[in-house]
């Protein structure tokens, strides 16, 4: 199985500063043949489903805010909030649909400083 | 709106069985994958199982394999997961997703639609 790790655990960051969630897996999620990392990044809110931020590891899903990006190949990944809004207080997770179990970071609780 | 409403969760006994649905609207639900995830209470995601849109790819995570069974039936809009022998440790929100694939719906990806879960709880 693909063991999906996160850092910082929990980090606070001031209102319109910069926030940075790393993740890194066990081995590569890299699909050479299509160039794709096989990578995605999930904001839970408390109380509510999680809802997918990022694909393939860079691509944005529709409707999420241009403040959202991710970056990283292989096994070392990172989501980056350029402007953090009070709205972003969330649990943010990785996950790996590179092979079966798909597999979850345990998460990176994000506040306000 | 794709929309996706869990149903089916409740208190159960250790060894117990329970059967979750999730009722499916908005796309074509036979072309997609289709997922349960759980989140034990305060902890994270967990993925627990996934079916193809014909029923005929299935996988099961290892901590459930021989007592969970995925199905699903395409003329109801509907996915199912049969829950036997619970232990202590199947407590958690019972999450249905779709899970966005390849464009023949063939190789499943990343989960992009999820409903608003159902709480499963087993004790004595």
Known sequence: DIVMTQSPDSLAVSLGERATINCKSSQSVLYSSKNKNYLAWYQQKPGQPPKLLIYWASTRESGVPDRFSGSGSGTDFTLTISSLQAEDVAVYYCQQYYSTPFTFGPGTKLDIK | ?124
């Open chain 2, 1 to 124: 709106q794709v929309q996706l409403v869990e149903s089916g969760g409740g208190l159960v006994k250790p060894g117990g069985s329970l059967r979750l649905s999730c009722a499916a609207s908005e796309f074509t639900f036979s072309d997609y994958y289709m997922s349960w995830i759980r989140q034990a209470p305060g902890k994270g995601l967990e993925w627990v199982s996934h079916i193809s849109g014909g029923s005929s790819y299935i996988n099961y995570a290892d901590s459930v394999k021989g007592r969970f069974t995925i199905s699903r039936d395409n003329a109801k809009n509907s996915l199912y997961l049969q829950m036997n022998s619970l232990r202590a440790e199947d407590t958690a929100v019972y999450y249905c997703a779709r899970v966005s694939g390849d464009w023949l719906g063939a190789v499943p990806y990343y989960f992009d639609y999820w409903g608003q879960g159902t709480l499963v709880t087993v004790s004595s």
